[in-house]
């Protein structure tokens, strides 16, 4: 048995025998895609043939030159597989049959051929076995691209360990098949962190060495909560961990039970506890957990695992989708957040020093026009479905909220003209999540109809702390006395000018930190789904003005920790604690 440290990502308590992903290529994990994404694939696929014959070209002449012609003769063979007409005829024809990403199709034609080879009681045959082999691995690696992360197509529940997982690799894993995650790098709002949580799948990263202590199927104990995993448990430990498995099963179980009961103190203080989502399908998690409709749509997700832009139908399809089926509660739907550790494959996005410093969001967004008005007619023409509310992300001050608004109404014109309705009283919102835009918050309220801060960036950037680097893990402080003061001024500004102010980064789900912003006076806690009827309970459990209080002096300490202390300290004797 042994206990590796890392940094609790998405709470839960998860047991079960470890997959190691991404050292292999055999291991690629199906999706569906769409038949107007057919071409978009078999392009890809030609794309990667004729990289991979390069590469062998090359490779080819460098081994002749060192070693002589007859050494790389190994790599006509090569050649005469990837020019398999018969081979490549085949994927083309099972991608047209079955619409599984071609990655996919391929390793699985391959597969195939290595299986038909190897019955053959024929030497040379055999010997084209490695052959295969060798060109299939490096014909997956050209179609995934460097960044490649795969998952095997397991029968049986497992627990995913890689080195680092992207948002897109997390958000396109099998979440009835994954009982946790593992990773080396990466830290508590990481992207795929957020992801895990959304997923609902218990989660630790930054264990710097897990993928070199951990063998496939070894067992494996993920404490989600604390941070820790458990190596080849021995059976008392097992025992305590399936106990505590439990425990947690009931108090979830219970706090499911009265979700439907109002986010209200004891003293009738009404705050709105809401949900993140990051894609359509998470909708029956946020109903099923009683929240009072979304206060974040990372709508970047819908973007993902494709080959192609969604087109302005397509997002209007899904917008009122989720504007209906949450109705008639509110959803707030966040504009594209791409950038920073968010990227997709078939964007050409140069690659950045410092991509959280750089053309991210609202910055990406604004250079591309065409790309941000498909989606702000998207949303437009969503609006008169639900009650839909828009925001952007990353604004830093009020020149950027201007452009981004200038582009808004040039779409809503282009939609009167065509007679298209819209809802014409859409609230348009401002993510407070730059310092700049908390020190001008004053400003920005006078030309927003609400706020919400985004703590997982306004930490990263306030404090100087990469948030997805668990090396300075240690200094992402949410209970900063800087960062403290920046909420407290942004929910001043926001009321000042007459507008509700609410919080959608990890924090708002903190229920160490509940009733400090409660204090402050946040109009609007979103969180990720599963967190909702906790975070519910804490606002029953207390007053408004007990509330204050705690604000007040948790104001006037020096530390996070002297804060964390002492906010903690009010929830430790009740059950929130557990989870
Ligand atoms: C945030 O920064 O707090 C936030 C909610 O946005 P994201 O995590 O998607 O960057
Ligand atoms: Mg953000």
Not at 263 to 285: F, G, H, Q, W
Not at 471 to 477: G, N, S
Request: aromatic share 8%; with cysteine; hydrophobic share 40%.
């Amino acid at each position: 048995m042994e206990k590796l440290k890392g940094i609790p990502a998405a709470p839960g308590i998860s047991i079960g025998s470890a997959h190691l992903v991404g050292k292999e290529e055999f291991n690629v994990a199906p999706y569906k895609i769409r038949l107007q994404d057919v071409p978009v694939q078999i392009q890809l696929f030609e794309d990667a043939l004729i990289k991979t014959r390069k590469e062998i070209v090359e490779l080819q002449k460098k081994i002749s030159k060192d070693l002589g012609r007859d050494e790389a003769e190994i790599f006509d063979a090569h050649l005469l597989v990837l020019e398999d007409r018969i081979l490549i005829e085949e994927v083309i024809l099972q991608l047209k049959k079955e619409h599984f990403n071609v990655a996919y199709i391929f390793q699985e034609v391959i597969k195939k051929y290595i299986r038909v080879f190897s019955r053959i009681e024929d030497e040379y045959l055999k010997e084209r076995i490695s052959d295969i082999n060798d060109v299939g691995r490096r014909v997956i690696r050209n179609l995934l691209g460097e960044k490649g992360i795969s998952v095997q197509n397991k029968k049986e529940q497992f627990i995913v360990v890689a080195h680092d997982l992207s948002p897109s690799d997390t958000a396109a894993m099998h979440k009835n098949k994954i009982l946790g995650f593992i990773t080396d790098i990466g830290s508590k709002t990481s992207h795929t962190a957020i992801m895990a949580k959304s997923l609902e799948i218990p989660s630790v990263v930054g264990l710097e060495i897990a993928t070199s202590k951990i063998k496939n199927d070894d067992q494996l104990i993920i404490d989600g909560f604390s941070g820790l995993v458990i190596l080849n448990p021995d059976k008392d430990t097992l025992k305590i961990y399936k106990k505590k498995e439990e425990q947690v099963k009931k108090i979830t179980k219970k706090f499911i039970s009265l979700k439907s009961l109002p986010a209200k103190t004891t003293d009738d203080k009404r705050v709105r506890v809401m949900a993140n989502i990051e894609l359509p399908e998470d909708i029956p998690s946020v109903v099923q957990h009683g929240a009072e409709g979304i206060g974040l749509y990372r709508t970047e997700y819908f973007y993902m695992n494709r080959t192609t832009l969604p087109t302005e139908n397509e997002q209007f399809e899904a917008y009122k989708f989720v504007a209906q089926a949450i109705s008639p509660h509110p959803i707030v739907i966040r504009t594209l957040d791409l950038g920073g550790d968010k990227f997709l494959s078939h964007l050409e996005v140069p690659r950045e020093m410092s991509p959280f410093l750089g053309w991210r969001a609202i910055r990406f967004c604004l250079a591309q026009p065409d790309m941000f008005k498909a989606q702000l007619r998207a949303i437009l023409r969503a609006s008169k479905f639900g009650k839909l509310k828009l925001m952007y992300p990353m604004i830093s001050g009020v020149d950027e909220l201007r452009q981004a608004n200038k582009m808004l109404s040039e779409c809503k014109a282009e939609l009167r003209k065509k007679h298209v309705d819209f809802d014409e009283e859409l609230e348009v919102g401002v993510m407070i999540e730059v310092p700049s835009a908390a020190m001008t918050a004053d400003l920005l309220a006078k030309e927003a109809d609400f706020f919400s801060i985004g703590t997982n960036d306004l930490i990263q950037y306030s404090l100087a702390v990469d948030r997805t680097n668990e090396k300075v893990a240690y200094l992402y402080e949410p209970a900063h006395p800087a960062v403290l003061r920046m909420i407290k001024k942004v929910i001043d500004d926001g009321h000042n000018a007459g507008i509700w102010v609410g919080m959608c980064g990890e924090m708002a789900g903190d229920p160490c930190f509940s009733l400090l912003l409660l204090g402050l006076g946040l109009d609007e806690f979103s969180m990720p789904p599963a967190v909702v009827p906790q975070i519910k309970q804490v606002v029953r459990t207390f007053s408004f003005a007990d509330a204050q209080n705690i604000a007040i002096g948790a104001m006037k300490l020096s530390t996070a920790k002297e804060v964390e202390e002492f906010t903690k300290k009010f929830i430790e004797k009740t059950e929130f604690q557990i989870l």
